[in-house]
Nanobody, 123 residues
Framework: VQLQASGGGLVQPGGSLRLSCAAS????????MGWFRQAPGKEREFVAA????????YYADSVKGRFTISRDNAKSTVYLQMNSLKPEDTAVYYC?????????????????WGQGTQVTVSS
């Protein structure tokens, strides 16, 4: 099983980034997918999640209206489009897969985790 996150980098405040997470080794369509992030000195927190079909999405209040999660089941990939980025969005971003998909924000419920990609928002 592998979740390979990519697309992170350095961006100025107000800028945009698109993260991707390519999955392999399991049946992607059977899993809800989530994005989490961990800033230096802070606990890892929920960012966004998408249902198996992509028909339902969930967001943390801090990113609602700025971030969009989506998935392409044909490519076994989940995306996180991040717009209007703020310095407080700086963190390592992780993708994760949840077989049950009942509680998107519940981290112990996720079965698989990727290695993370760094996002830095700074001028």
């Amino acid at each position: 099983v592998q979740l390979q996150a990519s697309g992170g980098g350095l961006v100025q405040p107000g800028g945009s980034l698109r993260l991707s997470c390519a999955a392999s080794g399991f049946t992607f369509d059977d899993y809800a997918m989530g994005w989490f992030r961990q800033a230096p000195g802070k606990e890892r927190e929920f960012v966004a999640a998408v249902s198996r079909s992509g028909g339902m999405t969930y967001y943390a209040d801090s990113v609602k209206g700025r971030f969009t999660i989506s998935r392409d089941n044909a490519k076994s990939t989940v995306y996180l489009q991040m717009n209007s980025l703020k310095p407080e969005d700086t963190a390592v971003y992780y993708c994760a897969a949840d077989r049950d998909g009942w509680n998107p924000q519940y981290q112990p419920g996720y079965d698989y985790w990727g290695q993370g990609t760094q996002v830095t928002v700074s001028s």
